[in-house]
C-alpha cells in the first residue's frame, strides 16, 4: 500500500485548508485511516482517524471542532478539513493507514505511511 498527502501550504490564522491522502496498492487490506502531525522539534503526535467502512472517526482533543476527517470509499482516499487554524497547528501533516479493525491513536500502531505535507499557519 502507498500513500500520498498533498494540500500543504501558507495559510493565515483563522483560515482553512483541507488535506489529502490517496491510497494505492492492497489498499482493501486497510481499515482505519488516520493523520498525524509532526511539529519543529516535537514528536509526531496523532490527529484524527476514521474507520474505512462505517465511518466512524475520532480526534485529538487540541483539533476537535475545528478538523474534520472524512473518506471516499470509491477513491481510496480521505480527507482532513481544517478550519480556525491556529500558529500551534503548524506541521508536517503525515496519512497513515492500518490494517487492524480497532481505532487507535498509537504511531506504531499504523502499518502505512504517506510523505507528509507541511501546513505553515502564519499569525
Known sequence: ???QAFGG????AGGSRRLTCSASGRSFSTNVMGWFRQAPGKERE???AIIWSGGN???ADSVK???TISRDN????WYLQMNSLKPEDTAV?????????VMTTTLRSYDYWGQGTLVTVSS
Not at 501533516?93 to 479493525?101: M, S
Open 57 to 59: 472517526s475520532y480526534y
Open 46 to 48: 496523532f490527529v484524527a
Open 1 to 3: 500500500v502507498q500513500l
Open 9 to 12: 501550504g501558507l495559510v493565515q
Open 93 to 101: 501533516y503525515y496519512c497513515a493507514a492500518r490494517t487492524g479493525v
Open 74 to 77: 470509491a477513491k481510496n482516499t
Open 65 to 67: 471542532g475545528r478538523f
